[in-house]
RNA sequence: GCCGACGUGGCGGAAUGGUAGACGCGCUCGACUCAAAAUCGAGUUCCAAAAGAGUGUGGGUUCGAGUCCCACCGUCGGUACCA
């Protein structure tokens, strides 16, 4: 790359900048209590999602929106808020401890270093971040108060009257038996079938396996000891508290859909006396269930399994336990199962109905057992029409010409179904859930797909459990113990022991003669579950949070959420949004929070494509590297250019030719300041004027267009429609630069409205300019206070009016503001143009918008 | 399959139901220069222009539709036997 000169300085200045924020802590906030704290501002807290600091560094996605919090922030700033924007590290992670394991390097110097490598380049785009409310996940200090949390969980049980958290001490006192408690937590062990890869010697959580299998991993499935997180206790409520928040509408449904809520029945068959309940959303088609499937897994398949079937039913398990859930959906197509040689009675006519397993019904959902109505349900028909079992039809669809076989989900009439028949579908379905709640064979249900959180891992680099393990059971260490820090190991290396690599460490491993600590780790997911409660008091070390600042920042009363802004990507719409939300409502039952949900308002940033328009990939050679950019064009080239590119939440491509259109805009920034003069050097731009040397006419047309820019900008950061704003101040800039004379006033306070997107180059003029201009107002122009629009620079002295014949723009004319309706309509009808075009025809109606058009209707 | 978002110049994108294409990229021409770069100025939806056409397609509502309604097509994202 051959140096060429920089349009404008900022290989000079943008460093220079983020020197003098960092020397003068610029960004930092005082808490409640603190010294400089003022509490007649009101609070805004500007959140990113903190980034995981992978070896590559940053990727220009991270930017897009950290820029635009980074405006919000400064922009709230300058109107007079309080401003909490923080920034930290997710640090625990898999790929650190590959590259351990891979090197023989202890995963925290690797993660120390990319640390210290993403907060370089940070700081280098001049984002205004309290860097001494720095925190990453990894930090003892921090792994003391995420193990308090599992604590919390642990000791906590979900109270279904009153629909919150709980201690556990209410139940101890109820003097119900350990087991009987431990059943109840909200943080539980049990044993589930779980995704193990032996070369990675861990589980993976279903959303990690297909990543990790592509990379050559191996991933079998086999039932373990894990510890769960009773997340579908909050099922309900993670439903019916997301309806208030400023989310956007779809990542609510994404939300929902995962949650799953359904309404239906549960219902009790009997198989040889025995009772066997299955779930159903259509208890109204209860008369055309055919036969019943209970999946491979069911506890029952072993007693009610017939002598004949025994080997074909053992043989079917077998195959099914061997296939991953991946597999199993991947042979979705084709249905298989088992006849059982049972039957089971259904309660509604004591038809005896054959029983079968198959792995189409899942154990996790329901009761794991099904009553298939073959007739109204796609899967039942398929499976029915595979294995010739019977198919009638109890719905009548509401039209003829749909064809009932197999078509479910429609409401209709019930038909052939006794006491239920001529009824339509809803009420069919309400006076089935009566008879059997009278008859004792049912009941109403709800049930959702959500769930429990699958919440440990194998592996060594992550928070361990603060639990040990004494007679088989499991007991929590004390809040004085922790943190609880993972053992020194040289070897990180998976041992194949489903324990995890930590069983290594034997002295650590052993807590007293008789006890033993839990040796799974917890999921990168714990740290990013409450990070933002620890910005605001990232050093206390008495409490997780001080509650006092707690509620300064996250109370308010008047909207739902504590954090005003929250700002990343879409992949983190289910997942990292729910768990957060979760713990977030435990710690506010347990009276550790001021508000139920963490944050109030969420905006998703769009992706971010290569210059193919494909994703971005090192396979694909279309990686933009912020650092790259940065020493070409500069930070602020960076940062507007990423704001300019389209509206933030959507997915667009990157264009280099397009930084270098805003390179150009910033630099013309810079030349109505400065001009180059004989020996290169930047001088003083004579356009600029203040006091006696300025003609009213001459600075009066920039004066107009800065007005409008301050009216239209401010507007703009509200809606956060950065582009928008960003084309506006180009418009008032290129005024300016035509202009004969410009105000300094005006131009220093287009440069405070541009400070927000373009921190760097609008300090450093600034401070140039107040060298020359001492009149111009002291301190940095981010401490300054946001500009507002004066009407009587917006008022224009007359407007352009369109003329339309039959809704086709004929003419335009420019009018008085004040002109009457009256008057515009004769002016219109009195034009050349229009008359040319309306003649011989008839005029039916004009339609007059004051200062806007005429539409004169004519045949 | 199901759910959701989106379809506007050569490109990224603007448009409270009221001038479609702001702003930027690219391109063309001009000024400056010995020359180039940079910069500045003019132009740039299509058609040679007038007329006309034009926001994925077809209908509808309206004086007027990119915008609202119905149907369809396409692209992207999420999800996947959830009874």
Redesign the pocket.
């Known amino acids: 790359m051959t140096e060429?000169k920089k349009?404008y300085p900022f290989d000079v200045f943008e460093p220079k900048w983020q020197a003098i924020w960092d020397d003068q802590k610029t960004f930092k906030t005082p808490n409640p209590g603190d010294a400089n704290f003022d509490a007649s501002k009101p609070k805004y807290y500007v959140l990113d999602m903190f980034p995981y600091p992978s070896g590559a560094g940053l990727h220009v996605g991270h930017p897009e929106g950290y820029t635009a919090t980074d405006i919000v922030a400064r922009y709230k700033r300058m109107k007079g808020f309080n401003v909490l924007h923080p920034m930290g590290w997710d640090s625990f992670g898999l790929p650190a401890e590959q590259y351990a394991i891979k090197t023989g390097q202890h995963p925290a110097i690797t993660t120390f270093q990319n640390i210290d490598n993403f907060r370089r380049q940070l700081k280098m785009l001049g984002f205004s971040y309290d860097w001494d409310r720095e925190i990453a996940t990894t930090d003892h200090d921090y792994v003391r108060w995420t193990q308090w949390i599992f604590l919390q969980l642990y000791h906590s049980y979900y109270n279904t009257d009153l629909k919150k958290a709980r201690p556990i001490s209410e139940l101890e006192a109820q003097g119900l038996s350990r087991d009987e408690i431990d059943a109840k937590r909200l943080a539980y062990v049990a044993e589930v079938a779980v995704n193990w890869s032996p070369d990675l010697g861990t589980v993976l959580a279903?959303?990690e396996v297909e990543e990790w299998k592509s990379k050559g991993h191996t991933v079998e499935r086999r039932p373990l000891r894990q510890w769960m997180l009773r997340i579908t206790d909050y099922a309900e409520r993670l439903i019916d508290e997301l309806e208030p928040l400023d989310w956007p509408?779809?990542i609510k449904?994404?939300q929902r859909?995962w949650i799953?809520k359904?309404e239906?029945a549960e219902v009790q068959f009997t198989i040889n006396g025995e009772e066997i309940t299955v779930?159903?959303?259509?208890p109204d088609t209860l008369f055309g269930a055919t036969y019943m499937v209970l999946?491979p897994e069911h506890p029952l398949v072993d007693t009610i399994c017939s002598d004949e079937q025994k080997a074909a039913v053992a043989a079917y398990r077998e195959e099914c336990a061997s296939k991953s859930d991946l597999e199993?959906?991947d042979?979705?197509k084709d249905?298989s199962g088992v006849f059982t040689g049972a039957y089971a009675i259904n309660p509604v006519n004591g038809n005896q109905i054959p029983v079968w397993i198959a792995?189409?019904?899942?154990m996790?959902?329901?009761t794991?057992a099904?009553m298939a109505v073959p007739a109204h349900?796609e899967?039942d028909f398929e499976f029915a029409q595979k294995f010739n079992l019977p198919i009638t039809q109890v719905v009548q669809p509401p039209s003829e010409d749909i064809n009932w076989q197999g078509y479910c989900g429609y409401e209709g009439t019930s038909i052939n179904s006794d006491f239920l028949t001529g009824l339509p579908t809803p009420e069919a379905k309400a006076t089935m859930i009566q008879w059997l709640e009278e008859k004792g064979k049912g009941n109403k249900k709800v049930?959702y797909?959500l769930r429990d959180w699958l919440f440990s891992r194998q592996r060594y680099w992550g928070e361990p459990f603060p639990i040990v393990w004494e007679d088989g059971h499991h007991k929590a260490i004390d809040e004085s113990e922790l943190p609880l820090l993972q053992p020194e190991l040289d070897d990180f290396a998976p041992t194949g022991d489903p324990r995890g690599p930590l069983v290594k460490a034997t002295d650590w491993i052993s807590y007293s003669e008789t006890a033993q600590r839990e040796t799974n780790t917890m999921p990168q997911w714990a740290g990013s579950c409450w990070y933002y409660l620890r910005y605001l008091d990232p050093h206390n070390e008495y409490r997780f949070v001080d509650q006092a600042v707690e509620e300064y920042w996250m109370g308010s009363s008047k909207q739902a959420g504590g954090v005003d802004l929250y700002v990343g990507g879409?992949e983190h719409a289910?997942l990292h949004l729910l768990y957060a939300r979760f713990w977030h409502k435990v710690l506010f039952d347990l009276g550790h929070l001021t508000t139920n949900e963490p944050f109030h308002k969420l905006v998703n940033q769009g992706l971010i494509l290569g210059e193919d328009g494909q994703?971005m990939s090192k396979s694909r050679g279309n990686v933009v590297n912020p650092d790259d950019i940065v020493l070409e064009y500069g930070a602020d080239s960076l940062r507007l250019y990423e704001m300019?590119?389209?509206?933030l939440k959507?997915?667009?491509?990157w264009?280099t030719?397009?930084v270098?259109?805003?390179s150009?805009?910033l630099?013309?920034v810079w030349?109505v300041a400065f001009r180059e003069n004989q020996e290169g050097k930047w001088e003083l731009n004579p356009k600029l004027v203040s006091g006696d040397s300025a003609e009213e006419s001459k600075i009066l047309p920039s004066r107009k267009e800065l007005h409008k820019s301050i009216k239209k900008v401010t507007q703009d950061i509200e809606d956060m429609?950065f582009?928008?704003a960003?084309?506006k101040m180009?418009?008032c800039t290129?005024t300016m630069?035509?202009a004969e004379q410009v105000d300094v006033t005006d131009y220093a306070t287009l440069l405070s409205l541009l400070n927000p997107f373009a921190p760097h180059l609008t300090e450093e003029i600034y401070s140039q300019l107040r060298d020359i201009f001492p009149q111009l107002p002291e301190g940095q122009l981010c401490q300054h206070t946001w500009a507002v629009a004066e009407e009587k620079y917006l008022i224009e002295s007359s407007v352009?009016v369109?003329v339309?014949i039959?809704?086709?723009?004929r003419d335009?004319m420019e009018v008085p503001v004040n002109t009457s309706k009256e008057e515009i309509e004769q002016l219109a009808l009195n034009s050349e143009r229009v008359q040319s075009f309306i003649e011989g025809l008839t005029i039916r109606?004009v339609?007059v918008?004051p200062g806007?058009?005429v539409?004169i209707?004519a045949n």
């Open positions: 060429r349009p279903n959303e509408e779809s449904l994404l859909n799953g359904s239906g779930y159903t959303t259509r999946c199993r959906t042979l979705a249905k792995d189409y019904v899942l996790g959902y329901g794991g099904i349900d899967r049930n797909k879409t289910v994703k300019f590119m389209g509206p959507d997915v667009k491509p264009a030719k397009g270098e259109g805003i150009r805009f630099a013309r030349r429609s582009n928008t960003i084309s180009m418009e290129n630069t035509s352009t369109v339309q039959n809704g086709k723009l335009k109606k339609i918008v806007k058009l539409n209707v």
